[in-house]
């Protein structure tokens, strides 16, 4: 087994196991920790999978912007003295059903190749993708990039005027 | 290196990430879901890719994605903040009054 190869089933084994983990922890904080290296191993198996404009922006957008916010809005939604609130479930039994039932759905398409998936990964001659990912986004994709955007600033302003401190008017 | 563990990765997550969103009873987990879910197509979009060499579309594609899912998970942390401020909760079940 080559390097690569390990480091391809011990990323794919930690993504797998922190998910997991995900789903069964009682305390929130531990349970964005989880999520954190949820992400960092998909970020490396993106590298692996020669997407390292994607993994860059992985670990920049989600390690960096999501999972800090997250554990911002976990710290200014529990309740003063520190006490951290265990996470209850409802319908933990039927829930699970429902996703055990989604996942062997799934792993039966995966297995009869019913969409006919390519199962073996062709060599990339030209390795140049960040070089090409740019080109692509200034001429095939401009418009989805420049209505990115606009989505963006809305959601800078919607965002902030929600959650910003409002004065009461008597 | 095969595609199909990764494809079984990716069912694995979508199917954890469901069921968080539909068993846990506290918003901000609910939306750790949904970003394990949006994730998980991710992954399927690049091992997609991968057996294109010639097209970087699934990449794109994917980038997209995830500038949507920080934009939704800005928005949902703002209300989430808002809702805990109105009724001093985060627990969706608990909320059941529409008049603040």
Redesign the interface.
Known sequence: MTLVAFLFYFFIGTAALSAIVLLFLKNIFHAALALLTCLLSLAALFILLQAEFLAVSQILLYAGGVVILIIFGIMLTTKAGGQAVPITNTGLLPGLAVGAGVFFLLLFFVHKSLFALPSSAQETIVNNNIERIGIEILTDYVLPFELAGVLLLAVLMGAATIAGFKHVKN | ?????????S??????????V?????A??V??GI??ML?AA??NL????????AS??G??F???V??????E???G??????V?RHY?T?VP?EINELKG
């Open positions: 290196m095969s595609l199909q563990s990764i494809y079984i990765l069912a694995l997550l979508f199917s954890i990430g469901l069921v968080i539909l068993v846990k009873r506290n901000i987990l939306l750790m970003e394990l994730n991710n992954l690049i091992a997609f890719n991968k057996t294109v060499p970087l579309d990449q794109v994917a980038l997209f995830m500038v949507i899912a920080v934009c998970t800005a928005v942390l703002a209300i989430i903040l808002q805990y001093h985060s079940d």
